[in-house]
Structures are given as C-alpha cells and as structure tokens.
C-alpha cells in the first residue's frame, strides 16, 4: 500500500522526540474517496507493521502531532494491458515538433528514469533530424525575406 516512506532526520525539521513522515499511497483508487481519518488510520496499521518497536495502530507508542493528507487524482498514468501502443515516439509525425515526458515511448513505466530516458532520447531525435529542421529553418527565412 506505501509505496514511499520518507524520515525527515534533516536539522531543518531535527527534533530530539518527534520525527515527520511522508508517505504515499500507490496505488490509490480505493482510497482517493476515503475520509482523512480513515487513511490515518490505515496508514498508522501499516507503520505499526513496519515498525512494531516505536509504531501501534492505537497510538499508544508513537503519538500524530499533526497530519495533513494529500490527495492527487491522476497523479501518474494506469499502467493497464494494452496501453503501452498508445505512447506516442518523442519525435512526433507533425515536422519540428518532438515530445519528452515520462509517458513518452522509452523502457521504462512512469518514473524518473522514463522520464530522464524521455528527455535523452527527445534531445537525440533533434540531432538526428539537425539537418532537416535547418534547411527547413532556412526555407522559413528564406520565405519571411521574400514577403
Ligand atoms: C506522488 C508521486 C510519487 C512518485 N514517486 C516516484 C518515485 O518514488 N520514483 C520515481 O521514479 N517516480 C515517482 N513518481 C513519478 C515521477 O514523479 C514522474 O514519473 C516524473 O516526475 C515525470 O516527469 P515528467 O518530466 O515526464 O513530467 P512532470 O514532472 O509531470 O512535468 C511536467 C510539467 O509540465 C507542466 N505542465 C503541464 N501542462 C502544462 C501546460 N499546458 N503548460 C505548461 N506546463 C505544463 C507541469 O506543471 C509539470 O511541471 C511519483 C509521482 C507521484 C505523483
């Protein structure tokens, strides 16, 4: 269910008795329409799994001081079968117009690195297509000139 556990042990957040955690969902669709309540409470469950030692679900070791919940539909793209064909390539069919976005054609899901990956493989195709879209940048000259 957390697919993200995230510890603030930084000074700007140091605290000798309280810590902060961050925590994601993934995925969420059951829980998107749940109350805030609710998702502390399963999320306390988890933690208590997770760390038996410090974490109880009844807040009998670890104490919540403060929480704010976070909810972004359509956060990141279902990944369902079939759906990989309708990643469209970085170098698009209109002439001079490339994309790079996670959800661009490259090896990985939705991700930093697929989105790294989209943006190198964005960069290559525009060099590749170097000489095209200078003639094609010359002729644009070209013609703004002749009006
Ligand atoms: C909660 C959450 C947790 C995640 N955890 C992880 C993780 O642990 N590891 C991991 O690898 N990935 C994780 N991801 C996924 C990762 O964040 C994304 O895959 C990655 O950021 C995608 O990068 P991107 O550049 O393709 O798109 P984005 O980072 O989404 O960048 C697109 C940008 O375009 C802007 N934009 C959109 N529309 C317009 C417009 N019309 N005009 C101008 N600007 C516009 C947006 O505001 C945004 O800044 C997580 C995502 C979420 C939501």
């Not at 556990?5 to 969902?25: A, C, N, Q």
């Not at 790294?116 to 964005?122: A, E, F, I, N, P």
Request: glycine content about 4%; hydrophobic content about 40%; proline content about 6%.
């Amino acid at each position: 269910m957390c697919t993200d556990v995230i510890f603030y042990p930084t000074e700007e957040y140091y605290s000798p008795d309280k810590s902060m955690l961050e925590l994601v969902f993934a995925p969420a669709e059951e829980w998107i329409s749940c109350s805030d309540a609710e998702i502390i409470d399963a999320t306390m469950k988890e933690l208590a799994k997770l760390f038996p030692d410090e974490i109880a679900a009844d807040q009998s070791k670890a104490n919540i001081l403060k929480y704010h919940v976070v909810k972004t539909p359509r956060s990141v793209y279902k990944t369902v079968p079939g759906t990989e064909p309708c990643r469209p390539l970085q170098k698009s069919p209109i002439e001079g117009f490339y994309l790079a976005g996670d959800y661009t054609k490259q090896k990985y899901l939705a991700s930093m690195e697929g989105a790294v990956l989209s943006g190198k493989l964005c960069a290559r195709s525009i060099v590749q297509d170097y000489e095209l879209l200078l003639a094609r940048g010359q002729k644009k000259l070209a013609e703004a000139s002749v009006v």
